[in-house]
């Protein structure tokens, strides 16, 4: 027995099978949206809600880095600026000040020489006019500079030889030092050679815990008889202060 084949055609309907997904996927969703209950669907929008502020947190955080860093580099600039203009403002003052400081002596020196030029007129022969003592930058370190005159009616030269004794106290004991024991300079000279005006000046250093009250000078002329020689007393605060 032969069997026969028989040929069945089929209509092709595409429109029919997407039509059957789309009801399908619509069934499976709301089946899903049945089985979902309220605080599930709650939760959903909640974890979506917070994913969005979780970026916005982020892209705030983002801005704000950029702008503290931005406030930072401004802040160091703004503080080297300052430290210029501070550094700038003490210069300034230490230059007035030094300026300060050098009229005041200036002044004083002006001072201290009216003085010696009113006294040179008001006195004949050899004379001890002034004494003049400046502290330095160094402890226990003076300047000092004495200005000696001779007033005659003749240019002649005058030569003699100068003493300069300290007196004053260290540790509650009375002491007299010759200056030349505490010059600074082998080369100070006492001696004096001149016909009308003399200053003899120098660097002296003073001895650890010693305190001077009076400087004693005295001048001896060469040629002279011991009662020509003269001598002058002055009191350390007052040459100081000159």
Not at 86 to 94: G, H, S, V
Not at 95 to 118: C, H, N, P, S
């Amino acid at each position: 027995m032969s069997l026969s084949r028989r040929l069945v055609i089929k209509q092709h309907r595409p429109l029919l099978i997407i039509a059957v997904i789309i009801v399908s996927c619509a069934l499976i969703s709301i089946t899903t949206w049945i089985f979902l209950d309220k605080s599930q669907w709650s939760y959903i929008i909640s974890s979506l809600s917070e994913a969005k502020k979780s970026k916005e947190l982020w892209q705030d955080n983002k801005t704000m880095k950029n702008t503290i860093v931005e406030l930072e580099g401004r802040i160091v600039m703004f503080e080297r600026t300052a430290q210029v203009e501070r550094q700038t403002i003490a210069n300034l003052q230490k230059g007035m000040i030094k300026q300060q400081d050098e009229a005041y002596k200036l002044r004083k020196e002006l001072e201290f020489y009216q003085g010696v030029m009113t006294s040179t007129g008001e006195s004949k022969g050899l004379n001890i006019l002034g004494l003049r003592i400046e502290e330095t930058s160094r402890p226990r370190s003076y300047y000092f500079k004495l200005i000696l005159t001779h007033v005659s009616k003749s240019d002649k030269v005058i030569t003699g030889k100068l003493s300069i004794l300290l007196e004053g106290v260290q540790e509650d004991v009375a002491r007299t030092i010759d200056i030349q024991e505490l010059t600074l300079s082998e080369s100070l000279s006492l001696g004096f050679k001149f016909s009308s005006f003399e200053r003899i000046e120098g660097s002296i250093v003073l001895p650890e815990n010693f305190v001077v009250h009076r400087v004693i000078v005295r001048a001896r002329p060469d040629g002279k008889k011991r009662a020509s020689a003269i001598e002058r007393v002055f009191d350390w605060s007052e040459a100081m202060n000159r």
